[in-house]
């Protein structure tokens, strides 16, 4: 359904809703009784227009941005986005989110590093809430050197959101540097700290499995505990779907992972124990 129809129908909605509200006291009092009830209660008029000026200022604000996203033009969106960062300085979370699927959608990397350097420069503190959208295209190149700087450098900021899924893309970089030792800190780190997604313990485990000539004894039974659990989990197909659903919901990294994600899946699954 297109959004200028969708935008159409809820106004009409939401104004014969209240229409019906404004006409059962008249209905079942009659003219006067009603006239007294509103003159009584007229805040509720007041409240209705504030919504309704609100909600569509909000779309007609945004109006641009709803047809792009519904044509799927990103070139348009691209440059709408820019302007909204780069040129006002509008260093909004959603703004900038958008920004990076966006860059992922027409493969330019590039243009989330420039995202990185704008927020370094003028708008240091949203490096928090964003620190694992402009760590993807490190994650995708693991082979440059600077990734594994970038996940270290963002992990010694404090109330970092999904500071696990950091920690494991900085153990990923590690593995993938050959650099085997180290990795296993952090993601003993993050599954030790882990406990609402599943989808990053799997991957975690997944990882750990890998490197268990490295992995002190005394976390072995921690690890296969977790290990016995997640494959309950995860051998349900159902369960499984509505984990990755959930996932995918917090962040892009399940939809990239894909693949590694079946492995994994795999890989438990046919676990002994």
């Known amino acids: 359904m297109k959004f200028k129809t969708i935008f159409m129908l809820f106004n009409a909605v939401v104004l014969m809703a209240f229409l019906f509200v404004a006409l059962v006291p008249f209905i079942m009092l009659g ?32 109006w641009k941005l709803f047809i792009y996203l519904e044509q799927e033009n990103w070139p348009a969106l691209m440059g709408y986005l820019e302007n ?13 989110n958008l920004y990076v699927n966006t860059s992922l959608s027409v493969s330019n990397l590039e243009k989330i590093h420039r995202l990185e350097l704008e927020i370094r420069e003028k708008k240091p ?53 050959r650099q085997v030792e180290e990795a296993v800190g952090p993601l003993l780190d993050a599954m030790k700290s882990e406990k609402h997604d599943g989808v990053l313990m ?20 921690e690890i296969t505990r977790h290990n016995m659990e997640l494959k309950i989990k995860v051998q349900d197909k159902n369960t499984w779907e509505k984990m990755l659903s959930k996932s995918r919901d917090r962040n892009l990294l399940p939809t990239l992972l894909i693949s590694l994600l079946k492995e994994a899946r795999q890989w438990i699954v046919q676990l002994e124990g």
């Open 31 to 62: 003219s006067e009784f009603s006239q007294l009830f509103w003159t009584q209660n007229w805040i509720l008029v007041l409240l209705f227009v504030l919504f309704i000026v609100i909600l569509d200022g909000y779309f007609i604000l945004n």
């Open 84 to 96: 909204k960062i780069f040129e006002k300085e509008q260093f909004k979370f959603r703004y900038m």
């Open 125 to 177: 503190e949203m490096l928090i809430p964003m620190a694992l959208p402009l760590g993807l295209p490190y994650l995708l190149k693991k082979d440059d050197q600077s990734a594994a700087e970038y996940f270290r450098d963002v992990l010694k900021l404090k109330g970092l959101k999904h500071k696990t899924w950091l920690q494991w893309c900085l153990a990923f970089i590690l593995i993938g540097q």
């Open 202 to 221: 799997l991957l975690i485990l997944f990882l750990l499995d890998s490197l268990r000539i490295h992995v002190p004894s005394e976390e072995q039974d």
